[in-house]
């Protein structure tokens, strides 16, 4: 079984920062990806920012230049450290992963339970 467990959110005001943090734990061989997405009531669920095994990352337009999704390969630790946040990031945000539980075995989508972040004009 594994576990992806985020903390780290909260209220904020705008042009403030706050770093989100997303641990791993359990049965795991390998993780092939680990990101970030976020759900504002009435939309739907989001990419924000994925970090893949071999260091590649990705980000949605919208957050570009203001997050910066960390390295997770020592720890099964990933961070989001979101810088200038505005208003329109408020959201629950969600860690996700792709893991391999067994050598050899398949991939499986998991997601944390999510931490809320609001940002106050």
């Known amino acids: 079984q594994v576990q992806l467990v985020e903390s780290g959110g909260g209220l904020v005001r705008a042009g403030g920062s706050l770093r989100l943090s997303c641990v791993a734990s359990?049965?795991?061989?390998?993780?092939?990806?680990m990101g970030w997405y976020r759900q504002a009531p009435g939309n739907e669920r989001e990419l924000v920012a994925v970090r893949h095994s071999g260091g590649d990352t990705n980000y949605a337009d919208s957050v570009k230049g203001r997050f910066t999704i960390s390295n997770y390969n020592a720890d099964n630790t990933v961070y989001l450290q979101m810088n200038s946040l505005k208003p329109e990031d408020t959201a629950v945000y969600y860690c996700?992963?792709?893991?391999?539980?067994?050598?050899?075995?398949?991939?499986?989508?998991?997601w944390g339970q999510g931490t809320q972040v609001t940002v106050s004009s």
């Open positions: 359990g049965s795991i061989f390998s993780i092939n990806r």
């Open positions: 996700n992963a792709y893991i391999n539980t067994r050598y050899s075995g398949p991939e499986f989508r998991y």
